[in-house]
Nanobody, 118 residues
Framework: QVRLVESGGGAVQDGGSLRLSCGTP???????????MGWYRQAPGKERELVAL???????EYADSVKGRFTISRDNSRKMVYLQMNSLRPEDTAVYYC?????????WGKGTLVTVSS
């Protein structure tokens, strides 16, 4: 298991921006590079869904609902992954979870709440 520490959630109005951060304290850089990092979210009464991935190979993937608004990035030297969220909408309200996949070994953060009001 990988310990993940998330930050950056909060409350914003429709159209606002937030940046989420997720770190992997205690891991060395060479190990972090083997991770595929991602962000998932779970809204009240709904299943957890993929938001964005930053793979170990350097590619990114996004859910259709966030394409063009959200950007995932990773800083391997800092062992961090970020999610820049722009043009937020009320339907983006959810708990956002950092996720790591190390060749099939999965770990989750505790989640950070994002609330977007209209």
């Amino acid at each position: 298991q990988v310990r993940l520490v998330e930050s950056g959630g909060g409350a914003v109005q429709d159209g606002g921006s937030l940046r989420l951060s997720c770190g992997t304290p205690g891991k060395i850089t060479s190990t972090f590079r083997t991770y595929t990092m991602g962000w998932y979210r779970q809204a009240p009464g709904k299943e957890r869904e993929l938001v964005a991935l930053a793979t170990r190979g350097g590619t990114t993937e996004y859910a259709d609902s966030v394409k063009g608004r959200f950007t995932i990035s990773r800083d391997n030297s800092r062992k961090m992954v970020y999610l820049q969220m722009n043009s937020l909408r009320p339907e983006d309200t959810a708990v956002y979870y950092c996720h790591v996949d190390q060749y099939g070994e999965i770990s989750w953060g505790k989640g950070t709440l994002v609330t977007v009001s209209s």
